[in-house]
Antibody
């Protein structure tokens, strides 16, 4: 059974940093694109970032580009999101999410997600 | 403002058929496949449809998807009370080089 468990959220200061982690189990981790998708309180889903199975290819939403780095450690079955220069608008529930297809083609990356974590709350406030 | 446009709300009575639309452009829906998600209150989204009209195992065949040009639709037939949820469409966008989601449609079963 697939499990995705996020950690590392909490309260961050404006301009500060947070690092989210997601530990995966129940599937061959390095076969799949992994994603971060966030949801601000009372709002819709917003894609944040994706990373290929090898970690070689990364993708970022314009809203976070230059402030966020996605990475993965396939030896630890763990996905990361390093968030810097935090802004109030980064406040959201952050979901770790697995792509549906093995070695998904680029044109489905992040849009066909079959498993989601429970989400981790990030609050940016002074 | 979401790149993919969905109606904010939809409603229907039990047993009825309801459709939810998702409007995009040539760079997303017009060129790539569409997925749909169901999000029940307080839970993570669930994949309902991918590849425009393919259902993951376990999704009832009451749910169906279609795409035409730069628009897509999710149809729910035999509406049930447990279908009351938020529904999101998603597609890859060639111009943005990333996936985009619709703003979501809240479905109410009257």
């Amino acid at each position: 059974e697939v499990h995705l468990v996020e950690s590392g959220g909490g309260l961050g200061q404006p301009g500060g940093s947070l690092r989210l982690s997601c530990t995966a189990s129940g599937f061959i981790f390095d076969d799949y694109v992994m994603n971060w998708v966030r949801q601000a309180p009372g709002k819709g889903l917003e894609w944040v970032s994706s990373i290929s199975g090898s970690g070689y290819s990364t993708y970022y939403a314009d809203s976070v580009k230059g402030r966020v780095t996605i990475s993965r450690d396939n030896s630890k079955n763990t996905l990361y999101l390093q968030m810097n220069s935090l802004r109030a608008e980064d406040t959201a529930l952050y979901y770790c999410a697995k792509d549906l297809q093995i070695e998904a083609p680029m044109t489905t990356v992040g849009s066909e997600i079959d498993y989601w974590g429970q989400g981790i709350l990030v609050t940016v406030s002074s | 403002q979401s790149v993919l446009t969905q109606p904010a709300s939809a409603s229907g009575t039990p047993g009825q058929r309801v459709t939810i639309s998702c409007s995009g452009s040539r760079s997303n829906i017009g060129s790539n496949t569409v997925s749909w998600y169901q999000q029940l209150p307080g839970t993570a989204p669930k994949l309902l449809m991918y590849g425009n009209n393919d259902r993951p195992s376990g999704v009832p065949d009451r749910f169906s998807g279609s795409k035409s040009g730069t628009s897509a639709s999710l149809a729910i037939s035999g509406l049930q009370s447990e279908d009351e949820a938020d529904y999101y469409c998603a597609s890859w966008d060639d111009s943005l080089n990333g996936p985009v989601f619709g703003g979501g449609t809240r479905l109410t079963v009257l």
